[in-house]
């Protein structure tokens, strides 16, 4: 077994331009695990190869960090989803190689469980196949399809333990910004556990109130993770401005939307002590020097978000045991990222308080040590 991980470059970026129609892309492999690596497919009109090196350099630190024996990669298209059939049949050709050549490519933003199906299907891939692993007794949706909220629970586990491990004892007044699949999920987790969400964000705007009602906005958002403004609750708070979330009194701020939410330029507004990132590269490196400066503490989202990819990675890698029924094997996954995700939470807190500066860097090698 060897991990092929440069610190610097990626293993190779593979540039799209499409077989049997054109397209524009990458395929960034960031390192190698054994001959394997896996990631997301991003589709937005503005992704660049930088913005894929970067997201597959995160998923080469997640799973380093939870203890996965697979490398990181990414692929990014560049298109605003218009004849999507055409451009995912042509992807599908053009990625085939790679498919089954050990690098196994998801879903991430822009990109539908339909659209993989599309892809899988051109390139004729079953990742329940492959060549020297037992196989998958199941097929990819019906493993993958109820492990939708892990990413929320991870994230949730993460914040619950580092408001623990701040001392804290009562519960927290809540900030989710971005209410998707993980808003909705970390909104539900926290919520369950006793504490108040006082603040969701969606591209629309905040609403804020003393204490908001999850379900019953879960109930008026739509798929996009839009919330209706015709059907909200009563004595709720809405604001337009820019980053409004920023300005709602709170212990947690939970970054769930977009990638670098959190910049230079809005930083210094943060009330809560605690930010725990959702979403990828939720906040720049000026961000996060900030939040330090002013005594704050972040969870980031390689160690916070790695319930979607975890999940995928311990069914590529065969990790998960298959044996168990369905309902048994989505709490053995959601168990199995709770645990990482609490352990890495913990160990980058000790670490901070140890000492100045970054501590990711410090967790990084010595998971990477426990991996050789
Ligand atoms: N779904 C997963 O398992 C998973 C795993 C890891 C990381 N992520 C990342 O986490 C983020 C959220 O993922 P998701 O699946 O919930 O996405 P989603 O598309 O379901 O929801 C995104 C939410 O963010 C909101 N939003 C977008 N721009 C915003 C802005 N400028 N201000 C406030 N809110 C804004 C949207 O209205 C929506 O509520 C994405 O960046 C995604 O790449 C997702």
Redesign the pocket.
């Known amino acids: 077994m060897s991990e092929l991980e440069n610190p610097q470059d990626p293993a190779f970026t593979v540039h799209l331009n499409g077989s049997g129609g054109t397209i524009k892309g990458w395929v960034v492999v960031d390192s190698l695990y054994d001959g394997l690596a896996m990631g997301g497919t991003r589709m937005t009109t503005g992704v660049t190869e930088e913005e894929v090196a970067g997201l597959a350099r995160d998923m080469t630190q997640k799973f380093t960090l939870a203890g996965l024996p697979i490398g990181g990669a990414k692929a990014g298209i560049v298109s605003d989803g218009s004849d999507r059939e055409e451009t995912f049949r042509t992807f599908g050709r053009t990625v085939k190689p790679l498919l089954f050549g050990g690098i196994h490519l998801g879903i991430?933003?822009g990109v539908t469980p339909a659209d993989r199906a599309v892809f899988f299907d051109e390139a004729g891939y079953d990742p329940r196949y492959r060549l020297g692993a037992p196989d998958m007794p199941v097929d990819w949706r019906t493993y993958y399809e109820p492990l939708i909220d892990?990413?929320g629970h991870g994230v949730g586990v993460a914040a619950v333990t580092a408001l623990e491990a701040s001392g804290r004892t009562g519960p927290a007044r809540v900030v989710v910004?971005?209410?998707?699949?993980?808003?909705r999920a970390v909104a539900r987790f926290l919520e369950e556990r006793g504490h108040t969400v006082v603040g969701v964000?969606?591209?629309q705007g905040t609403i804020s109130a003393e204490r908001l009602p999850v379900a019953e906005l879960v109930a008026i958002t739509d798929e996009?993770?839009?919330i209706d403004r015709t059907r909200l609750p009563q004595d709720v708070t809405v604001s337009g401005g820019p980053d409004a979330?920023l300005d709602v009194d709170a212990d947690l701020l939970v970054l769930?939307?977009?990638?670098y939410?959190l910049g230079a330029e809005n930083a210094h507004r943060l009330r809560a002590r605690l930010v725990v990132e959702?979403?990828?590269l939720a906040s720049s490196a000026e961000a996060k020097e900030k939040v330090r400066a002013a005594g704050a503490t972040l969870v980031p989202?390689v160690i916070a978000?790695i319930?979607?990819?975890a999940s995928a990675a311990l069914a590529v890698t065969r990790v998960v045991p298959f044996d168990l029924a369905a309902d048994a094997r989505k709490a053995w996954v959601f168990d199995w990222v709770g645990d990482r995700v609490r352990q890495n939470t913990r160990d980058l807190l000790e670490i901070a308080a140890a000492g100045a500066g970054d501590p990711l860097p410090e967790l990084l090698t010595a998971r990477r040590k426990d991996r050789r």
């Open positions: 991430d933003m892990c990413t910004q971005g209410f998707g699949a993980v808003g964000a969606d591209v996009f993770g839009r979330w769930a939307a977009q990638k939410a959702g979403a990828n989202g978000n319930g979607g990819a």
